[in-house]
């Protein structure tokens, strides 16, 4: 049975060509980039080169990239750094209420050591509010922190907008663009962003390896100490193979992004509406327009998220319900019920991600799949749905 992947929002395959650009690194260039002979020298030219590549992305610096190992560290290091940097004059940080479960706990750490965290609600597409936003900014606040586009329901935010306001009032704005790096135009310069973070698995990358971007003259603590690497903020020896690698899935991306992206939008418009139109009970979650172009979140009324992505793995299709990174938890998604749905309305969502290597095919058959796994689990669910 041929398998077909529809969860590209929890992670991509590598791309074959990021892969051939990193195999050299795992053998002939394995050197460590902090040593001064010539494997070293050859190690860090490969590194700083990839760094240059992956600021050109964003409008950025290449000594504004700061390499880590993935999203959540990127995330803790921008959260937790700007906070114990700053924690003299500014103890308060303002997070949405649809961010990754890596803010929202880092915020709750936070938390315990003194700081003040404001949460903001968000409307039923999971926009925030930009005059909450206003009222809630105060002369202590240290950080704004509001994810650009919603791992879980796709809607994509007015980062400009919130950049704006938050340079206005003296306050750095960092957004976790791990679902959008790459696939939205990112300009960290006019869109005032201070820190961004961006992960190499959501693109085509290699796992265990992602930025975050450090504008130049942000207060910022390191929270791993060590040998000073990546300008003392980030000591660890580098992962130079596969820090190449996500430079080379940033650079295809930036070169084809967008007409892959019109290519995935339209097999996406033709699976959401496979759903709506044909399937009674069901619901789009998040913004209709606003959205990431791969993404279609859908409640289904009287079924289980969880018993759906079962049925359909059983017949070859991978979906989530949910985030990955919290999928097996029996509690409702904090993004769903977020947006005012009810526990019964979360539990019956299905979070499909289309993505690079995604065929009409595999979308024709998957709404015809779908179609049947429906009708065939409300057939035997106590719950009703109309």
Same mark, same amino acid.
């Given at each position: ?24 690194? +795992? ?11 010539? +494997?070293?020298? =050859? ?7 990839? %760094? ?11 000594? @504004? ?7 959540? @560290? ?25 961010? $990754?479960?890596?803010? *929202?706990?880092?915020?709750?750490? *936070?938390? #315990? ?13 999971? +926009? ?35 950049? =704006?306001?938050? #340079? ?5 704005? $960092?957004? =976790? ?11 960290? %310069? ?5 820190? *961004?973070?961006?992960?190499? $698995? ?18 910022? @603590?390191?929270?791993? $100490? ?14 130079? !193979? ?91 998604? #904090? ?11 979360? #539990?019956?969502? *299905? %979070? ?15 709404? !015809? ?18």
């Amino acid at each position: 049975m041929q398998k077909i992947y529809l969860d590209y929002a929890a992670t991509t395959p590598v791309d074959a060509r990021v892969l051939k650009a990193m195999l050299p690194y +795992f053998s002939k260039g394995f050197g460590n980039s902090m040593s001064l002979h010539s +494997f070293g020298v =050859d190690a860090l030219e490969a590194l700083e080169e990839s %760094r240059k590549t992956i600021a050109d992305v964003i409008s950025a610096y290449p000594q @504004e990239i700061i390499f880590t190992s993935s999203a959540t @560290e990127s995330n803790n290091l921008a959260l937790k750094g700007v906070a114990f940097a700053n924690k003299r004059e500014k103890k308060h940080i303002i997070v949405s209420t649809i961010e $990754h479960d890596c803010v *929202l706990e880092s915020s709750r750490w *936070l938390e #315990h050591q003194g700081f003040e965290i404001t949460r903001l609600s968000v409307d039923r597409n999971g +926009f925030v509010d930009l005059k909450e936003l206003k009222k809630a900014i105060r002369k202590d606040t240290a950080l704004v922190s509001i994810i650009h586009a919603n791992n879980e329901i796709g809607t994509i935010q007015d980062i400009r907008a919130i950049g =704006d306001m938050c #340079h206005k009032a003296g306050v750095y704005f $960092h957004t =976790d663009a791990s679902q959008s790096f790459g696939k939205e135009k990112i300009n960290v %310069r006019s869109m005032n962003i201070d820190l *961004l973070t961006a992960s190499s $698995h959501k693109m085509y990358g290699p796992k265990g390896v992602a930025i975050l971007f450090v504008k130049k003259g942000v207060r910022i @603590e390191p929270i791993l $100490h060590g040998g000073g690497h990546e300008n003392g903020l980030r000591s660890s020896t580098s992962n130079v !193979a596969a820090i190449v690698g996500m430079a080379k899935a940033a650079e295809i991306l930036s070169r084809e992004g967008e007409k892959e992206n019109q290519r995935i939008r339209r097999l996406r418009d033709i699976l959401k509406s496979d759903i709506l139109t044909k399937m009674k009970g069901t619901k789009l979650n998040g913004d209709p327009t606003k959205r990431l172009a791969n993404n279609v979140n859908v409640s289904i009324f009287g079924i289980e998220g969880e018993s759906m992505v079962l049925e359909l793995d059983y017949h070859g299709i991978a979906v989530s319900t949910g985030s990955a990174c919290s999928s097996r938890t029996l509690e409702p998604s #904090h993004v769903l019920t977020a947006i005012g749905l009810s526990h019964k309305e979360a #539990h019956g969502s *299905l %979070r499909i991600s289309l993505g690079r290597f995604t065929k009409e095919s595999d979308i024709k058959k998957t709404g !015809a799949i779908l179609e049947k796994v429906v009708k065939k689990l409300r057939s035997i669910s106590p719950v009703p749905y109309e």
